[in-house]
């Protein structure tokens, strides 16, 4: 476990991707996107700020969630960014990597907050072990 939010990964990389986001919309005359995306740039960092070191593992899940969302909101509005060219290609496609990466790392924040008591294998997991039991006591 990170001991403070600024160590996280997906902190980090989501304070870049909002620096990306408000300095190539500077001057935009759609103020309206540029509010939005940067409201939603910041949501980012700051749900997992807000989540992180919360006392249970279903409060921690919900801030991690909602910044899943956020990034996806993000992720959305690049799509129309490079569309209506409101960004530069080198930082729109800079800004879809780090989206990408961020999303990903916050999936596997959720992952170890997601599972109770480990992991039970499914059906076929269990076929499995029977198989391999099976197959050790049939040398024995």
């Given amino acids: 476990s990170v001991e403070s939010f600024e160590k996280s990964l997906a902190w980090q990389k989501a304070q870049d991707l909002l620096e990306i986001v408000e300095v190539g919309l500077e001057g935009t005359r759609k103020f309206w996107f540029q509010d939005q995306m940067c409201r939603a740039a910041l949501s980012i960092s700051n749900n997992i700020a807000e989540g992180h070191l919360r006392p249970t593992k279903p409060d921690r899940m919900r801030y991690l969630v909602i910044a899943k969302g956020s990034t996806n909101e993000v992720r959305s509005m690049l799509h129309y960014a490079r569309r209506r060219e409101y960004l530069g290609k080198a930082e729109t496609e800079r800004a879809m990597g780090l989206s990408e ?14 599972q109770r008591f480990g992991h039970l294998p499914g059906f076929i997991g269990i076929l499995g072990l029977m198989a391999w039991i099976h197959a050790v006591l049939g040398r024995l």
Wanted: net charge neutral; hydrophobic share 35%; glycine share 8%.
């Fill in 101 to 114: 990466e961020i999303g990903r790392l916050i999936h596997s924040y959720m992952n170890p907050a997601t």
